[in-house]
């Protein structure tokens, strides 16, 4: 059974750097083709993919956001961390990570089939 | 900046089909942006119906099908059901897997 959860703070102020963590277990992030991605989605907006991070250490960033942000994994912990720079009132929202699969032989990605609980990140001073 | 781009809302009759699409602003999507759908209703994760274009989860209800469609990604429902009055949203992925962009989400109502 594979599980997800998010954990961080649910208050941080302008300016600040967001830490992230994503405790999972049911699969292993050593498992080729195993990825494990953070998607947001601000009070009653549509949701946004942030970044990826596969078992081979290979990382993804949407490109709007790459240079605040940092994917990191601890395949020992089964933990996948997401910081966030210099945090601003327009990135509260909701915050998941979730479990992705690339199989690049058969031709295909299966992402996001599996989902945390969600963490809800306000901004404000 | 890339955008994908979904049908704000759609109504549909319950026991009708409706078809869901999603365009990609780069162009024609082809199975290489791996077309994934999600179903998400209030105040719950989304929850993966098709990916890969036309593949279904084990979990996912034989009425929800993928395909593509005059150069679109689609989500097409038949038979639907009051439950399946939700919000859905595509992702497509760019550059080779490098990159995934959300659309902008269809809130479906069944009445």
């Known amino acids: 059974q594979i599980t997800l959860k998010e954990s961080g703070p649910t208050l941080v102020k302008p300016t600040q750097t967001l830490t992230l963590t994503c405790t999972f277990s049911?699969?292993?992030?050593?498992?080729?083709?195993?990825?494990v991605g953070w998607i947001r989605q601000p009070p009653g907006k549509a949701l946004e993919w942030l970044a990826l991070?596969?078992?081979?250490?290979?990382?993804r960033y949407s490109p709007s956001l790459k240079s605040r942000l940092t994917i990191t994994k601890d395949t020992s912990k089964n933990q996948v961390v997401l910081t966030m720079t210099n945090m601003d009132p327009v990135d509260t929202a909701t915050y998941y990570c979730?479990?992705?699969?690339?199989?690049?032989?058969?031709?295909?990605?299966?992402?996001?089939?599996?989902w945390g609980q969600g963490t809800l990140v306000t901004v404000s001073s | 900046q890339t955008v994908v781009t979904q049908e704000p809302s759609l109504t549909v009759s319950p026991g009708g089909t409706v078809t869901l699409t999603c365009a990609s602003s780069t162009g024609a999507v082809t199975s290489g942006y791996y077309p994934n759908w999600f179903q998400q209703k209030p105040g719950q994760a989304p929850r993966a119906l098709i990916y890969s274009t036309s593949n279904k989860h084990s979990w996912t209800p034989a009425r929800f099908s993928g395909s593509l469609l005059g150069g679109k990604a689609a989500l097409t429902l038949s038979g639907v059901q009051p439950e399946d009055e939700a919000e859905y949203y595509c992702?497509?992925?760019?550059?080779?897997?490098?990159?995934?962009?959300f659309g902008g989400g269809t809130k479906l109502t069944v009445l």
């Open positions: 979730a479990h992705s699969y690339l199989g690049m032989q058969l031709g295909i990605l299966r992402a996001g089939d599996y």
């Open positions: 992702l497509l992925y760019y550059g080779g897997a490098q990159q995934g962009v």
């Open positions: 991070i596969y078992w081979n250490d290979d990382k």
């Open positions: 049911g699969f292993s992030l050593s498992t080729s083709g195993v990825g």
